[in-house]
């Protein structure tokens, strides 16, 4: 009896080899992964925000606006837990891309109110500040460009036969990836004019 079950778990454990269950446990870990560096990323990039904001407000306390605005959307992205299970909930997914896309925004609106004072770009915290956060949006970059690389091999596995009735049997489901907020406006191809404006007549 005991070598039948012992034929049996090795025969099962076969199985389970060929049948992509092992890939898929990869393959999922490995987003996990990448997942958590670009959630690291993005939480560098918030800890950067205070000191910009404060070392813009030493020069440009007018713009009011746009500094409650870079404030609120950190808060907004504070506010949103992105646990590993965000990966399985695409709404969950969505908000949390919403919230890391207002704040870029808000970072750029602040960047366009900052070429107004030049004496604030020549400020050696600033400058410091500057260059780390430009630092750490290429680390996004990167880490979410390794993210959508593992999600894509992921879906790919999962949707591919046999593992899919693997990943059916025990209830894996495609992942959501990055995408493209305005992708119909990006999708335009800009009207590039070299014509000159004709002069106003007088």
Same mark, same amino acid.
């Given at each position: 009896?005991?070598?039948?079950?012992?034929?049996?778990?090795?025969?099962?454990?076969?199985?389970?080899?060929?049948?992509?269950?092992?890939?898929?446990?990869?393959?999922?870990?490995?987003?996990?992964?990448?997942?958590?560096?670009?959630?690291?990323?993005?939480?560098?990039?918030?800890?950067?925000?205070?000191?910009?904001?404060?070392?813009?407000?030493?020069?440009?306390?007018?713009?009011?606006?746009?500094?409650?605005?870079?404030?609120?959307?950190?808060?907004?992205?504070?506010?949103?837990?992105?646990?590993?299970?965000?990966?399985?909930?695409?709404?969950?997914?969505?908000?949390?891309?919403?919230?890391?896309? *207002?704040?870029?925004? #808000?970072? $750029?609106?602040?960047?366009? =109110?900052?070429? +107004?004072?030049?004496?604030?770009? %020549?400020?050696?915290?600033?400058?410091?500040?500057?260059?780390?956060?430009?630092?750490?949006?290429?680390?996004?970059?990167?880490?979410?460009?390794?993210?959508?690389?593992?999600?894509?091999?992921?879906?790919?596995?999962?949707?591919?036969?046999?593992?899919?009735?693997?990943?059916?049997?025990?209830?894996?489901?495609?992942?959501?990836?990055?995408?493209? *907020?305005?992708?119909? #406006?990006? $999708?335009?191809?800009?009207? =590039?004019?070299? +014509?000159?404006?004709?002069?106003? %007549?007088?």
């Amino acid at each position: 009896m005991r070598k039948i079950l012992t034929v049996l778990a090795a025969l099962a454990s076969l199985s389970l080899t060929n049948c992509g269950y092992n890939a898929i446990q990869t393959e999922d870990e490995q987003i996990k992964a990448n997942w958590s560096e670009v959630v690291n990323q993005y939480q560098r990039r918030a800890d950067l925000v205070p000191n910009l904001v404060n070392s813009v407000k030493g020069f440009a306390q007018q713009e009011k606006d746009v500094l409650l605005g870079v404030t609120n959307a950190r808060a907004k992205v504070g506010s949103i837990q992105a646990t590993p299970e965000v990966l399985n909930d695409p709404a969950a997914f969505q908000k949390f891309q919403a919230a890391q896309g *207002e704040l870029s925004s #808000a970072l $750029s609106r602040l960047l366009v =109110v900052t070429e +107004n004072y030049p004496q604030l770009k %020549s400020d050696a915290l600033f400058r410091d500040l500057m260059s780390q956060l430009e630092g750490t949006e290429n680390r996004i970059t990167v880490a979410r460009n390794r993210y959508i690389k593992a999600v894509q091999e992921y879906n790919v596995t999962i949707r591919s036969f046999p593992t899919n009735l693997t990943a059916m049997a025990f209830g894996y489901k495609e992942k959501p990836n990055f995408s493209v *907020e305005n992708e119909k #406006a990006i $999708s335009t191809a800009p009207k =590039v004019d070299f +014509n000159p404006s004709p002069a106003p %007549s007088k």
